[in-house]
């Protein structure tokens, strides 16, 4: 009798972060046995399988048993990564090898290739916290805290996913500086989960700027004479690094989380009224830069997100009928199906709260969708199921 047992699981870097281009620089080695012409062509493709396997692996391990007795056990590993801008750095030969060392951009495979999700899924953008405030005085670029969420918000509501919230008026951290590594637990639950609830929304984005200043050796000459009278203000390279978070609504965890870093040339005058987001910042070098980096921001979320299940709370369960918290904007029609999860908590070893979600192996069916709820039936009666208001309905 055979047995086959197949394992198959994905290198942590595709589960952790979606799609993306990365840099990466490798050396590939082959044996110089032959031609050189040859050798150099095997380095080089070891080169790239390595630069391939930088950008997420998938590894399968097949072993076929008979009586017992392992036969045959085969490791498999495979990249759905692309690779390109490939640059040759140098290439030498040393003790019958020959090597080649490349640096090329690797664009990692996405997070759910094929999801099919078709639900718009409500996500509140909080207002970005400012670590260093003095640093934005020069340009006037106060104004970060809500006007780089709103370009967010027009971003995520322009690709037409997502329904987005503007809630950058609230911030989540008291302190930016240390956010979100000293917020505990429960703080971080209580924050997102109060404002997801508080305006519906199923995910909840915030961030932090942590730097808007110049390079030291600019910072030096910031408040020089040749500033003061206007000059010396040209070609100046400034920071933008901001982190970025996704908390889920429902149990305050942390879905996401990621630092972004460019710097530009900033030509504005010392006492220039700029404002961030503003046309004449969009104008400058500096502007352009963050620009890019915040649609990069935007295709991280997006994606973050679109791996997610759709979820929405049952505000009220009475008979065979539910109402459930889902806008008619999130692209739900009458009869659509939910699986219905009943939520619970737990306590994990820190006696720490944790959300948890049980399968009541129910389905519910749209009849009604209202602008503001849906409603739904379901063949039990929600008191025969313990269906209750919390509880949640779900489309994978």
């Known amino acids: ?55 997420g692996a998938q590894i399968s391990s097949t072993q076929l048993m008979e009586h017992g007795v392992i036969e045959q056990d085969e490791v498999r590993v495979q990249s759905n990564a692309q690779v390109r801008d490939v640059e040759v750095l140098w290439e030498d030969s040393h003790d019958g090898v020959y090597q080649v060392a490349i640096r090329a951009e690797v664009s990692s495979q996405a997070m759910c290739p094929g999801s099919s999700q078709r639900y718009r899924k409500a996500i509140a953008i909080a207002g970005f916290g400012l670590a260093q405030p003095q640093q934005a005085t020069y340009g006037r670029l106060e104004n970060v805290e809500q006007a780089l969420p709103r370009v967010l918000v027009n971003t995520l509501n322009g690709r037409g996913n997502v329904h987005v919230m503007d809630a950058s008026r609230i911030s989540l951290y008291q302190d930016p500086r240390r956010a979100p590594s000293t917020e505990t637990a429960q703080q971080r639950l209580t924050t997102s989960v109060a404002l997801a609830t508080q305006l519906g929304a199923q995910y909840v984005v915030s961030g932090v700027v942590r730097d808007l200043d110049f390079e030291p050796e600019e910072q030096k000459r910031r ?59 969009w104008r400058t070098n500096y502007g352009d830069q963050v620009k890019d980096v915040l649609t990069t921001v935007a295709d991280d979320v997006g ?51 944790r959300t948890e979600l049980t399968d009541m192996a129910t389905v519910v069916t749209v009849k009604q969708v209202q602008p503001q709820f849906i409603i739904a039936d379901m063949a039990s009666s929600a008191e025969h199921m313990s269906i209750q208001r919390d509880d949640m309905v779900i489309a994978w």
Request: charged share 20%.
């Open 1 to 55: 009798m055979r047995t086959f047992l197949f394992v198959s699981l994905m290198a942590l870097v595709s589960l952790s972060a979606p799609a993306q281009a990365l840099t990466v620089e490798v050396v590939g080695e082959a044996a110089l046995t032959g031609a050189v012409s040859y050798a150099r062509e095997q380095a080089l493709k070891d080169a790239l399988q390595q630069a391939t396997l930088r950008g």
């Open 303 to 353: 994606e973050v997100l679109r791996c997610q299940p759709f979820m929405a709370r049952i505000v009220k369960a009475r008979g065979n009928r539910l109402h459930i918290e889902a806008s008619a904007g999130a692209g739900i029609r009458p009869g659509d199906k939910f699986q219905v999860y009943r939520t619970g908590t737990f306590y994990n070893l820190d006696l720490e709260p």
């Open 223 to 281: 408040f020089s004479l040749l500033d003061s009278v206007g000059f010396g203000h040209k070609n100046r390279e400034r920071q933008f690094v901001v982190d970025v978070f996704v908390h889920d609504g429902l149990s305050g965890a942390m879905l996401f989380q990621r630092s972004y870093h460019t710097q530009g040339a900033w030509g504005e005058r010392p006492d220039a009224n700029v404002g961030f987001a503003t046309p004449s910042f």
